[in-house]
């Protein structure tokens, strides 16, 4: 690890993460366009997928370094995109229909 | 009104705060003339270098979600993680890690469900629901939990906004944007996520440290298994197992 670098470990100490230091700061908006198309630089956007990472660690059980993996991989193939766009049309669809719409 | 949100910012700092007081400032912001700007004030004081009480949580959490709409629940069968956070960091003003984690989060194949459980922000900061108002184009009160439960079973991921599970939030909005920091209502929301089951999980990001203990502690009364974090650098951190 380079300098300003330093690692912590979770508490059953078995996944060892990276705490990086703040650079710069950018928003939410162009976070997203880095994450999509996948050139991943500033802190915030590795801080997205090392949060991502321990959420797949947490609802799958697997290790953090191979749920990092897994985040990379799907990163690399535009999946968070296919995804929003998914999404995006599924809540279009849906949104029409009056039960969705009324007050839980 | 505005002389019991006095009195009570008062006694806060003289530490003779108790849980009965809050119970009518909460009361009070129901109100039809309240100054947004004391009660901001009042509850901004509370978090101020202080430790709110599990209870006192509890009691914001039932000014938001009385009894009655407590009830009304949101059972899913299948593995879910709900993501949530009370907000109030200084360090994210503007960027919302945990939204779009949960959405990378959600792209990997295999890798079951995820639930976002946001509000929109108060002062600078990008609300979860602001964000999702803008990449959707949608207006965040059509993010219901309804749709929720039909789009996680097609998509496996979604949004809901938590203005659509209670109308009480907008009570407090006002007073919110006036206040100076994070307030006690930024502990409370996470707690109203209507959704439960068997294999729903949890992961609640905390502004402060010293608010973790007492935050799982609250988590644990209302059931939700999982884990709540906070950490030096915004969005995430050490976790805390509850």
Known sequence: MGAGFERKLTPDNTNVLPVLPTTRKVTSTQLLTEVFAGRVTSYEARLVLASAATFVALNTGTDYSSAREAVARAVREEKPRHLLEEYSRAVKTRRGNKEDRDDF | MADLFTKATAMLGRNTFNERLLRRC???????????????????????????????????????????????????????????????????????????????????????????????????????????????????????????????????????????????????????????????????????????GQRARYAIGVCRSDLLLNYAGCMSWRGMRGACYTGRIPGRGESDEV
């Open chain 2, 26 to 196: 909460l009361t009070a912001l129901a109100g039809p003339r309240y100054n947004p700007e004391t009660a901001g004030e009042f509850l901004a004081a509370q978090l101020d270098r202080r430790v709110p009480g599990i209870e006192e949580v509890l009691t914001a959490l039932d000014f938001l979600c009385p009894v009655k709409r407590r009830l009304q629940r949101i059972i899913v069968e299948e593995r879910v993680l709900c993501t949530s956070g009370t907000g109030g960091s200084t360090a994210k003003a503007g960027v919302n890690v945990t939204s779009l984690a949960t959405l990378v989060a959600a792209s990997v194949p295999g890798s079951a469900r995820y639930l976002k459980y946001g509000n929109v922000g108060s002062r600078r900061q990008v609300g979860s629901s602001d964000l999702w108002q803008q990449l959707l184009k949608v207006e965040p009160m059509q993010l219901t939990p309804l749709l929720a439960k039909q789009t996680l079973a097609s998509c496996g991921f979604a949004v809901v906004h938590a203005q659509t599970v209670t109308k009480r939030f907008a009570l407090v909005q006002g007073a919110r944007r006036h206040a100076t920091g994070p307030t006690i209502f930024n502990l409370a929301g996470p707690l109203t996520c209507p959704f439960e």
